[in-house]
């Protein structure tokens, strides 16, 4: 009689451990598969941090994040072969990038290349660390009440989307 209830109790845990497994099973490959504008957008995502990670180069250079921004000046207009150089990195998706640094007590930020973006757009951004002294006395984030080595930091946002 013993031994019959020991069987009886094992197939109930058995076809209970069955039903469990099934369904965490169906469960999961529910989440973990992704939709085609996911797969869409973390590519737009990863292309968005390598162009920045490629433009993050020498400041000598003008088509560089830290060459465009040491020679912006008060019309946030960024050279030509700066903007020539992200065309080329994102090509075929189309861009925007805006700027964010603190100026005394508030943060400021201005758009440098105006396109407006899809509800599709992703973002991505990067830090650059530029030296006060490093900037000539007409640029936006020039600050002539700290010495020359106090660091200023921009974020530059690139935001991407497909045509």
Known sequence: MVKA????????????LLFVV?????QSSLVVSPLWSELSD???????????RVLDGEPSRNDTLKGMLIKLNSSFEPND???K???????????????????G????????VNNNPTPEAVAASRFVVLRN?????????????VPSYTPVVVEVRLILWRA
């Open 5 to 16: 209830q020991m069987m009886t109790l094992e197939g109930i845990m058995a076809a209970l």
């Open 22 to 26: 099934t369904y965490t099973l169906f």
């Open 42 to 52: 973390a590519q737009l995502k990863q292309i968005a941090y390598d162009t920045l």
């Open 81 to 83: 072969e700066f903007v």
């Open 85 to 103: 150089a992200v065309r080329t990195l994102v090509k075929p998706a189309n861009f925007r990038i805006e700027i964010y640094w603190v100026n």
């Open 105 to 112: 007590s508030k943060i400021e930020s201005r758009v440098l």
């Open 133 to 145: 002294g490093e900037l000539s006395p007409d640029s936006p984030f020039y600050r002539g009440d």
